[in-house]
């Protein structure tokens, strides 16, 4: 018997939810498509729920009309050991959408997503003031500079 998950995010997407999912399953390592059940959606568009594995985490997704958006309100947080994942999510989940500040974006679908390096909450409690002023310089974070940051304050 399968382990239960208890918490299952569900984003809801106006009719984009397959294409969603396929861009985040392409992005992340140990990601599926675990089943895609096709519902009608509004008059004469076809829509889907979708359920998937993102990075291990099972999710669902589903085209339930433009009643609800995302907002900056949720986001997705995504953890990276180094510059070169940082830039693979940066630029794989921002072509089409939005990229913002200090590691923030939106995707196409307009989810909104962090993209950190793993280190940022230590490199902040060593140095809060030089990281946050260095941070808030950024759009795509880029850990050099905050590593500098961090020992120029010392």
């Known amino acids: 018997m399968s ?3 208890k918490i299952t995010p569900s984003l809801w997407f106006d009719h984009h939810a ?19 059940v096709k519902i009608p959606s509004g008059p004469g568009e076809d829509g889907a729920i979708v359920e998937f594995e993102l990075d291990g985490q099972r999710m669902s997704a589903v085209d339930g009309g433009a009643i609800f958006k995302f907002s900056e309100a949720v986001s997705f947080v995504v953890s990276c050991e180094t ?28 989810l909104s ?6 280190e940022l909450s230590e490199l902040t409690k060593a140095a809060p003031v030089a ?15 905050l590593r ?3 020992l120029l304050a010392k």
């Not at 985040?24 to 895609?36: C, E, W």
């Not at 997503?113 to 793993?118: D, L």
Request: hydrophobic content about 40%; overall charge negative; aromatic content about 10%.
């Open 83 to 110: 510059q070169e994942e940082i830039d693979h999510y940066w630029y794989g989940l921002s072509e089409g959408g939005e990229q913002q500040q200090c590691g923030w974006l939106k995707d196409p679908y307009g």
């Open 148 to 150: 500098r940051a961090t």
């Open 3 to 5: 382990e239960i998950q």
């Open 18 to 36: 397959e294409a969603a999912v396929e861009l985040y399953v392409s992005l992340f390592p140990s990601s599926r498509v675990i089943s895609v």
């Open 113 to 118: 997503w962090q993209i950190v390096p793993a």
């Open 131 to 145: 990281v946050m002023d260095a941070l808030l310089k950024m759009g795509k974070i880029e850990i050099e500079p």
